[in-house]
């Protein structure tokens, strides 16, 4: 199959993604948890389900409470976001609850991250991704001795990463979805899953040039995407069913950790043929036509 012959297709595919995440990312960003932002978390079981609002009305009748956010996370399970709070405040929360309500309260979670810890966390994060991002460019160069290798690669990855930033911010602008430190765990996995695909194609590239010196390169291409497609297919295939089924039966503290990791699955699978692949022939196409 000439799989090059349908490159713009494959681009325009990426770009019908790319875009509104792109946007949303420029105009509303991600929504931080308070690993990054500094605040309280409660979560707490009630012994009976209650309307959400019900809930915020008793909570903001408190005095020196500031309530950022409640979502419910389970059944008759309640999350609450609020600004940094001690000990005795989360009780009389509880308490309130309790009496106004006419109902039993259980406490799963209590944490509480201050403002200059945050800072510091996202200050880590930020250099993390680029250590990460930079060690991958140095060995792409240094391993296929040809610049056109590690900047398609480079540019692969960064499709990725603006797929599943951009998918979160969308997410987290519409349904409140937050990102914290497991999102930054699920970000450096994205990056070095999207290489590794992307390596083992352009191996294959490598390995046939050698073979065929005389063959059109997007032949070659075409030749490396035909041996390798089903191999990818059926290593991401064995990820993702296991990820889906952790996303619905895993629990909701790692559900958009699991959500992350699967969306940069399926773009690293599909980047890594119908991306990569198509940039090295494009490149190549636009030197041979300056020479």
């Excluded at 950022?68 to 609850?97: G, H, V």
């Excluded at 398609?152 to 602008?173: E, K, W």
């Excluded at 070659?220 to 089924?245: G, Q, W």
Aim: proline content about 3%; some cysteine; charged content about 20%.
């Amino acid at each position: 199959m000439n799989w090059m012959r349908f490159k713009w297709i494959y681009f325009l595919l990426s770009a019908s993604i790319l875009v509104p995440g792109i946007y949303s990312l420029a105009r509303w960003g991600l929504r931080p948890s308070i690993d990054f932002s500094g605040g309280t978390l409660l979560e707490y079981k009630l012994s009976q389900e209650t309307q959400k609002n019900k809930i915020e009305e008793v909570v903001k009748k408190i005095p020196q409470i500031e309530l950022y956010s409640l979502q419910q996370t389970a059944q008759k399970t309640y999350l609450f976001r609020f600004a940094p709070l001690n000990k005795d405040k989360a009780e009389e929360i509880k308490n309130q609850i309790e009496k106004e309500l006419n109902l039993s309260v259980e406490e799963i979670r209590f944490e509480t991250v201050g403002p200059t810890l945050g800072k510091e966390l996202l200050r880590k994060t930020i250099i993390a991704i680029f250590l990460a991002a930079g060690a991958i460019v140095a060995y792409v160069s240094w391993r296929f001795k040809d610049k056109k290798f590690g900047v398609c690669a480079i540019l692969a990855m960064f499709h990725d990463t603006f797929v599943l930033l951009g998918s979160f911010s969308l997410l987290g602008h519409f349904f409140g979805v937050e990102v914290d430190t497991l999102f930054v765990t699920a970000v450096l996995t994205v990056l070095s899953f999207s290489i590794h695909d992307t390596v083992v194609v352009y191996d294959r590239i490598r390995e046939s040039q050698k073979l065929f010196p005389n063959t059109p390169f997007p032949q070659i291409v075409n030749k490396a995407i035909t041996e390798t497609i089903v191999r990818s297919l059926n290593n991401s295939l064995t990820i993702i069913f296991m990820l889906t089924t952790l996303l619905f039966l895993g629990g909701a503290t790692i559900r958009w950790f699991i959500a992350a990791l699967l969306i940069g699955t399926i773009s690293g699978t599909y980047s890594s043929t119908f991306t990569a692949a198509p940039l090295l022939v494009v490149w190549d196409k636009i030197v041979k036509r300056k020479q």
